[in-house]
């Protein structure tokens, strides 16, 4: 890696940090799952609110942390 682009990730996420966020992250898509499996798929707005926040939230930054673990994107 060359210095400017160390730069660029010197204040970013450490990888611990980044990994804790995975963890936290794939816990809440199970969480989800789970509270599915038990009380059904909401109705109306309540399945965008819950289900498509949650999605967006847990899986986005579950996304975004894989990208930057295998990317090694942290100092």
Do not use: C, N
């Amino acid at each position: 890696m060359q210095r400017a682009e160390a730069e660029v990730f010197k204040y970013g996420p450490t990888r611990g940090e980044l990994w804790f966020r995975l963890v936290v992250s794939v816990l809440g898509l199970a969480f989800l799952a789970a509270a599915i499996f038990l009380r059904g798929l909401p109705d109306g707005p309540a399945l965008v609110e819950v289900v498509g926040v949650a999605l967006a939230l847990f899986g986005g930054t579950a996304v975004w942390t894989i990208k930057r673990l295998i990317r090694r994107e942290h100092p």
